[in-house]
C-alpha cells in the first residue's frame, strides 16, 4: 500500500507546472501551437477536385453537341465552388460563339407524353349453363376488347354481389356479365366498378363472327370509333347508357396490348326501343364499310343506381319477359285448337235432317206394285255384285 501511495504521489503534478503545459499547448507563451494532422479535410478537397473534372467533361461534351445541332449554349451556371478563373474563361468562350436562331417544331408535344394514362380495365365472363352462342359471342368481346379481363364461370346460386370483388381482385373498374337461364335466355350486365351505375340488358338476335363469315376484317387489338345514334341525346337514361358504353367499349390510349391504328367502328342505335350493335371495317379513306361481326341487339330491362344493385333509376314498360312471350304463344296453340272444336260444333248445328224440301204431294202417286218392283230388283243386284267379285 506504501508503493501503490508513493507511485500515485510522482504521477501528480503541482498546479504551476499544470498552468506552463496548457500555456505551452495553446502557445500563449510565443511559440507556435502544435498543430494535429488531419485527413477530413483532404478527403473533401480531392471530391471537389472529382467534381470539377467531371463538370468540366459534361460541359465540353454538350457543348460539342450543341454546335453540331446548332443550337444556342446555355448560359453557365453560378456556383460556389467554381473558381473566379475559370468563370472568367467560360464568358470568353461563349462571347466568341456567335448564338445561331433557335429551332422551333411545328407540331407541340403531346400532353400525355406518350403514356398510358386512361386505365380502364374490363372484367368479362358468364355464368354457368350458358349456350354455344353466348360463349361465342363472349369469346368475340375479348377479342375485339384489348383491355378485357377473363374469369372462369361463375355458378347461378351465389350472390351477384360478389362480381364487385372479383372486379377488385382483378384490378377492373368496368364489367359485362353474361348470365344465362333455362339455357335459353341471356341477358347481360354491364357496370361500373364499385360506386355504380349498372344496366341490364336481354340480349336478342345473336350471331357470331364465326357463324356470319363476313367479308370485313379488322386488326385484332386496334383501337375502334365508338358511334352512337341522335335518339341518345334526346333521353337521359340514354345519355347515361352512352357515358356508359363508351368508358367500356373503347380502347384506352397507348395500352399496351392494344395497337396503334384505328381501321374498324362500333355503332350503337336505337330501333324499337332496343340498341343494335354493328362492327364495321374502314376499307378505304372515302368512308366505305365492311361489316366484321359480331351483331346482336339489347333490350334494356332496369337501370340501377349502384353496381349490380341498388336504387332503381329507370324501368322500361314497353320490357316483356321471354317467359310471358313464351306463354303467349303456347296460348295461341291452345287457341287453335279450341277453335277447331268449336268449329266442329258449328257446323253439327247448322246441318239439317233434310238436304232440300220434299213435296208432300209426290207420295200421292206412289202405289204398292212400284214398291214390290222396287224390292225385287235389290236382291238381283247383289248377286251381280257377287258374281263380278268372283271373276
Not at 55 to 69: C, F, N
Request: proline share 7%; aromatic share 6%.
Amino acid at each position: 500500500m506504501a508503493a501503490m501511495g508513493k507511485k500515485r504521489g510522482a504521477v501528480k503534478q503541482t498546479g504551476d507546472q499544470g498552468v506552463k503545459k496548457a500555456k505551452t499547448e495553446n502557445g500563449e507563451d510565443g511559440s507556435s501551437p502544435k498543430v494535429q494532422p488531419t485527413t477530413q479535410g483532404t478527403g473533401m478537397e480531392d471530391k471537389r477536385k472529382k467534381r470539377r473534372n467531371e463538370r468540366r467533361k459534361v460541359q465540353k461534351k454538350l457543348k460539342k453537341q450543341m454546335q453540331r445541332e446548332g443550337t444556342p449554349l446555355p448560359k453557365p451556371a453560378e456556383t460556389p465552388e467554381e473558381n473566379p478563373e475559370e468563370s472568367e474563361d467560360n464568358d470568353s468562350e461563349t462571347e466568341e460563339q456567335e448564338a445561331p436562331a433557335p429551332v422551333t417544331r411545328e407540331d407541340p408535344p403531346p400532353l400525355h407524353g406518350g403514356k398510358w394514362t386512361n386505365k380502364q380495365r374490363c372484367l368479362v365472363f358468364c355464368s354457368r349453363g350458358v349456350s354455344y352462342r353466348a360463349r361465342h359471342l363472349m369469346n368475340d368481346l375479348k377479342m375485339l376488347m384489348p383491355h378485357a379481363k377473363a374469369e372462369s364461370k361463375m355458378h347461378k346460386k351465389e350472390n351477384i354481389q360478389l362480381i364487385n370483388e372479383m372486379c377488385e381482385m382483378k384490378n377492373c373498374n368496368k364489367c359485362v356479365y353474361l348470365e344465362a337461364r333455362k339455357k335459353m335466355d341471356l341477358y347481360m350486365w354491364v357496370s361500373n366498378v364499385p360506386h355504380g351505375p349498372c344496366v341490364k340488358f336481354l340480349v336478342e338476335n345473336v350471331h357470331t363472327m364465326g357463324e356470319l363469315k363476313l367479308t370485313g376484317n379488322c386488326l385484332k387489338g386496334a383501337r375502334p370509333i365508338v358511334t352512337f345514334d341522335k335518339s341518345f341525346d334526346e333521353h337521359p337514361h340514354w345519355s347515361l347508357v352512352k357515358e356508359l358504353f363508351t368508358q367500356t367499349f373503347s380502347t384506352p390510349y397507348h395500352h399496351p396490348r392494344s395497337q396503334p391504328f384505328v381501321d374498324h367502328v362500333y355503332t350503337f342505335s336505337v330501333v324499337d326501343d332496343r340498341i343494335w350493335f354493328r362492327n364495321y371495317q374502314i376499307v378505304d379513306e372515302k368512308g366505305s364499310l365492311a361489316e366484321v361481326g359480331p351483331r346482336f341487339v339489347l333490350n334494356p330491362i332496369r337501370m340501377f343506381g349502384g353496381s349490380f344493385g341498388g336504387p332503381t333509376l329507370y324501368q322500361n314498360p314497353h320490357y316483356k319477359s321471354p317467359n310471358e312471350i313464351r306463354r303467349a304463344m303456347r296460348r295461341l296453340k291452345g287457341d287453335k285448337y279450341t277453335n277447331r272444336v268449336l268449329a266442329k260444333k258449328a257446323l253439327q248445328e247448322r246441318k239439317t235432317d233434310e238436304t232440300y224440301p220434299i213435296d208432300p204431294t209426290d207420295e200421292v202417286f206412289a202405289t204398292p206394285r212400284d214398291e214390290a218392283d222396287s224390292e225385287d230388283e235389290k236382291p238381283s243386284q247383289k248377286k251381280n255384285k257377287r258374281r263380278r267379285k268372283k271373276n
